[in-house]
Each structure stands twice: as C-alpha cells, then as structure tokens.
C-alpha cells in the first residue's frame, strides 16, 4: 500500500514489533498518505484500517506527530478526521483552521464537548452548515460571537441577525466587527454606540438616512421642549463656547432623561457624533446645528470634512430617527422592528449616483461651513 510492503506485513509489524516500531510505522505512514496527495477510495479504506490499529497502541509523542502530519493531507473521511482531532492535542486549532475541508459530523462532534477555542475556530471556517451554524449560535460564549460576527460567509438575517445583534450589546468586539461589514445594517447596533470608533458611530447614524422608524417613546418629550428649539441652541453655543462642559452635562440630563454618565460621555465627546443625534433630534437646522458642533468639536486638518458630514446628514436624517436612536440608547425600543419591510431604508447607496448630487460637494454648503467656522474660530479665541 502506497509505497510500502503488503498491509499483512504492517501488520505483522504491529503485532510484534513492540511499541517503539508503532511509532516509526505510524509516522511513516501518515506520512505516504499525506504525500500521496487524493487516495482512492480503496486506499482511504485501508488506511483508515491501518491507523485505527497504530495510533491507540503509539506513544503519546507520535500519536501528537502523526496526526499532524496526517492533518495536512489533501483528503480525510469523518473517521481519520476523527483520529487527527482525538490525537493531534496542542495542534488542533491549526488543523481546524487549515484543513481544506471538514466533514458536518467532526464540526459538530467538537461543538459538542463545548471546546471553546476549537468552537471559535471552527466559527471563522467558509464552509459552515445550517445545522452547524445552529449549534454554534447556541453556544454562551464571546469567543465563539466575535468568530461568527468577522465571518463574513455567515449572512446576518433572521436568527442569526438577531442573536449578533444582542450580542453586540454585550461585546464591543462584536460590535467593531459588524460595524464593518457591508451586509450588516448598522442601525442595530445603536445601543452599542458609545463603544464604537468615530467612523463606526457615524455608520450608525447614517443608516438611519432615509428611513422611517417606528414612534419613539422620548417624542413626547422632545415635543414639549421643541417650542424651546432657538434657546436649547444658544445656550449649548454658548456653553461650549465657554467650556462649561459639566454644565452641558446637566442640560443634556434634564432634557434627554439619559443618566449623567452617558451625558458626560456626550458632552465631552470632541467628534460631535452623539451631540449631532441629540440636536436633530429635538429638531435642530443645520445651520443651528453646525454652530453648536463648530464649538464642541475639536477637528484640524480634517475639520470642514467632518462638518460637511455633519450638514449631509442633518439633511438626509429626520428628527424622528434620531428620536428613536436617543430611545435606543435609553433601552425602550426593540431594535430588531427596524429589519420589517417598513423600515428599510428606501434609498441606497449606489455607485453610479453621481458624485455631483452628493450634499457634502454642494458649493453652497461648503461656504456656509467656512463661514461658521470663522465666526467659531473668532468667537473661540
């Protein structure tokens, strides 16, 4: 067989030779199945037979040895994979990760004995079943999440979308990972904002563009304080303007219903995402806005870009949806209604829209801008 005297000889060899000759002969042979590159089926039979027979008998050492050499062979049955996974010990998570393909019934063998890292690498794999994927959703574990969120061949719909979701809430890890996926809808992961990088926060609030919500529980009380819109602006200008941070803190407690650690958070927040939700919101102009954000954001080079993405956003997001994005925040509403037809977002990014209907390239926009931000600049210094 492959290479090697007829298998009554190994045989023999097994029987008599004593320990020491078991492991020469399961190392030799691992290694002439794995050089022989896809074994018939015949030759897969009889060497299945003949390892079943080497390796309970090899010392620990060759046992480790030849189920990684094994473990880089081209083609292994559900029964050596069985014998590479029971043998290789340390090596096992390279095999699982490397291994061009591993059968359903090995994947779910090691879900079942609830090996964490082996689960997790397994998680990352391309070529997961259903009914492994189910398994591996129901494992309570934040190693095996993060794997299953970064794989980008696990697609985020029904179950599956909505055990990422709340696992996002748990684990900003999770949350980066969905933050970057295209196929993700970014809206999900409101209340995981604050755990979120400046660009990944500004994901969050622009998959809100063009899309109805559901009615947020804070809207009534936005109402009652919109009357006051013109004041609400000036005095967080004028704050900001001053410094006062702590006392920013304090307005934004009073009238958002937020705890004052979350509202230090936003307060101190130099980007201006958090504070931009808060004031379009209650309702807040862009350029009633961008005045308050001139003044709370800390930007150099990158500044008037930021701006623009402030002033496109207060035009394509509705006060409604930041309503419902502060009510995210506040633990009121089930995020998961927005994945229902209506509230999908009805408009999307397309890459033959030309650059020129952009808002952020808009002339005018861009002037308006540069004078705000003179008059911060003066009134700052």
């Known amino acids: 067989m492959l290479g090697f005297q007829p298998y009554e000889t190994f045989q023999l060899l097994i029987e008599t030779g004593g320990v020491d000759r078991t492991n020469t002969l399961l190392i030799a042979a691992c290694d002439a199945y794995t050089r022989r590159g896809k074994a018939t089926a015949p030759e897969m039979e009889q060497f299945e037979a003949l390892a079943s027979r080497l390796f309970p008998i090899a010392g620990p050492q060759a046992k480790a040895k030849g189920a990684a050499i094994l473990g880089r062979a081209d083609l292994l049955s559900p029964a050596l994979e069985r014998l590479v996974v029971d043998n290789i010990g340390e090596d096992l998570n390279t095999f699982l990760s490397s291994a061009n393909e591993l059968s359903e019934a090995t994947m779910l063998g090691i879900v079942a004995r609830y090996d964490v890292p082996a689960a997790a690498t397994i998680a990352a794999r391309a070529d997961l079943s259903n009914v492994v994927l189910a398994k591996l959703f129901q494992m309570n574990s934040r190693k095996v999440y993060r794997a299953l969120a970064a794989n980008t061949h696990v697609v985020p719909r029904g179950a599956y979308l909505s055990a990422l979701a709340r696992s996002a809430q748990m684990d900003h890890m999770v ?93 101190h927040d130099v980007t201006g995402a958090a504070l931009f939700v808060i004031l ?28 623009a993405d402030f002033a ?26 927005l994945a229902k037809p209506e509230y999908k977002p009805f408009t999307e990014t397309s890459r033959r829209t030309p650059s020129s ?25």
């Open 175 to 267: 949350a980066e990972s969905l933050a970057k996926r295209s196929d993700f809808d970014a809206a999900l992961l409101a209340p995981a904002f604050f755990d979120l990088s400046d660009t990944d926060r500004l994901k969050v609030i622009q998959a809100f563009a063009h899309r109805e919500t559901p009615v947020a529980p804070i809207k009534k009380t936005i109402e009652q304080l919109t009357l006051a819109n013109a004041e609400l602006t000036r005095a967080l200008m004028k704050l900001y303007s001053e410094n006062r941070r702590p006392e920013v803190t304090k307005l934004l407690s009073q009238i958002t219903g937020l705890d004052e650690v979350r509202c230090g958070q936003i307060a």
């Open 280 to 307: 379009r919101a209650f309702g807040c102009s862009a350029y009633d806005g961008l005045k308050v954000l001139i003044h709370a954001t800390s930007h150099d080079a990158d500044r008037s870009r930021a701006l």
């Open 312 to 337: 496109t956003m207060f035009g394509n997001v509705t006060p409604d949806s930041m309503a419902y994005l502060m009510s995210a925040w506040r633990g009121e509403v089930n995020l998961l209604e």
């Open 357 to 381: 209907l952009a808002p952020a390239h808009n002339p005018v926009v861009e002037q308006a801008i540069e004078a705000l931000a003179r008059i911060g600049i003066k009134r700052a210094s």
